[in-house]
């Protein structure tokens, strides 16, 4: 068998190289456990960017992801089928009651959303305010949305967005007027460093949302379908959106992304002005559709919330703790903030340790396992992660 040395020069020569790297060829999954090419086993404390929420190859997963592949495929969205309406209704049950859309990436929700911003707002209402740090993807308008250096380079951006600070209400509602669309931003913050929000702001924006005519959009890319503990990130606060795009966790490990829009919004698309060939495909919807029953059957909200309780006290309490500034997030969606300037050196330290974990705005760990990670598994990976801050 090849060996990752072999894997990565292939792939060097091969694929476009705009990812970071790390230097490990994965071969196979199992729950929360991962393996690469040349035999060596890892915890996964980082799911895929949160996609296998259910870690790999759950049992249900793969028995609903096999029959479906035994019964149908593909239709075309002239067509209806019966696993993305079961797929919607569990986004309406357990967020609100609005309508979905379908299609296989967190930037074309994004996509999704901006243009329903857009109809929904009229040529009189053309802006659309996200925030500092906040991440919506790499597609044009998502970039658009995206403040920051993932811009660089790719200018003329669409037109229309204003970046504001994220958690100042103050300075969202010196922008936020009779022109304005749509605010969007992410519940907690992902890429920007595991961010919440003081208690209130969000509650605030969507009363200024209200005041001004504005949509509420929340980007649940990260923080939704029970990674925080809750179905959906805006739960923790109560506060429920016009919009929210979905991503990432939705389908399991599978491309799946989606909106859900009130229906009076959800109204305005009517055929014609959005879609996506293969968004709904019955393949993904099927598996998408099961994560939520596992979740659900299984009781895996409040698994996310007291094993992200036991990470975080572990950690507080910890030989390393004297190296960590703050700790931030909900459920299994935490972030770690280290007093140094830059964790890249924990995250190689434990992965030659067999840990993987993730690190973002330079010195923010992110801890984001799969909801059915065991208590074992927390306790191996936490005592690689302590002595990983510890060995830099
Ligand atoms: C990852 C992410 C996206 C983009 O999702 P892709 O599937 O990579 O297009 C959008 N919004 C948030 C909050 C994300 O974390």
């Given at each position: 068998m090849a060996t990752s040395i072999e894997f990565i020069a292939r792939h060097e020569a091969a694929l476009t190289g705009n990812y970071g790297k790390l230097p490990v060829v994965l071969a196979r999954g199992q729950g929360s456990t991962v393996w690469d090419v040349d035999g060596k086993e890892y915890i996964d404390f980082f799911a895929g960017f949160g996609g296998t929420i259910l870690g790999h190859c759950h049992p249900r997963l793969v028995d609903t992801?096999?029959?479906?592949?035994?019964?149908?495929?593909?239709?075309?969205?002239?067509?209806?089928?019966?696993?993305q309406i079961r797929l919607a209704e569990h986004l309406k049950s357990k967020a609100f009651?609005?309508?979905?859309?379908?299609?296989?990436?967190g930037a074309e929700a994004a996509e999704a959303a901006i243009k329903l911003a857009r109809l929904s707002g009229g040529p009189d209402r053309p802006k659309i305010i996200t925030m500092q740090k906040g991440f919506h993807g790499r597609t044009m308008g998502a970039l658009s949305a995206t403040a920051g250096p993932a811009q660089n380079g790719f200018a003329p951006l669409v037109p229309g967005f204003v970046h504001v600070p994220f958690d100042n209400l103050e300075a969202l509602e010196e922008v936020v007027d009779g022109t304005t669309a749509a605010v969007m931003l992410e519940p907690i913050q992902g890429e920007g460093g595991i961010n919440e929000p003081a208690k209130g702001y969000l509650r605030a924006v969507r009363e200024l949302c209200n005041r001004c005519g504005a949509?509420?959009?929340?980007d649940e890319v990260w923080t939704g379908v029970g990674r925080t503990g809750h179905w959906f990130g805006h739960q923790i606060s109560g506060v429920t959106p016009d919009i929210m795009t979905l991503g990432k966790a939705l389908g399991g490990g599978v491309p799946v992304g989606g909106i859900l829009a009130q229906p009076r919004l959800a109204a305005l698309l009517k055929p014609g002005t959005h879609g996506c060939t293969l968004g709904g495909n019955p393949i993904c919807a099927a598996v998408s559709a099961t994560v939520f029953d596992v979740i659900e059957q299984e009781k895996l909200l409040d698994c996310a919330r007291s094993a992200g309780a036991r990470i975080?006290?572990?950690?507080?309490?910890?030989?390393?703790?004297?190296?960590?500034?703050?700790?931030?997030?909900?459920?299994?969606?935490?972030?770690v903030e280290l007093a140094m300037p830059d964790a890249t050196p924990v995250v190689r330290h434990a992965l030659d340790h067999g840990l993987i974990i993730n690190a973002t705005q330079k010195n923010v760990l992110r801890i984001c396992p799969s909801l059915i990670i065991t208590e074992q598994q927390i306790q191996k990976a936490l005592a690689i992660l302590e002595k990983a801050i510890l060995a830099v």
């Open positions: 992801m096999t029959r479906q592949a035994q019964t149908l495929w593909q239709v075309g969205n002239q067509f209806y089928s019966e696993p009651d609005g309508r979905a859309f379908f299609c296989h990436s949509l509420l959009i929340f975080r006290d572990w950690l507080a309490d910890s030989t390393c703790k004297s190296r960590i500034q703050a700790m931030r997030g909900a459920g299994l969606f935490i972030g």
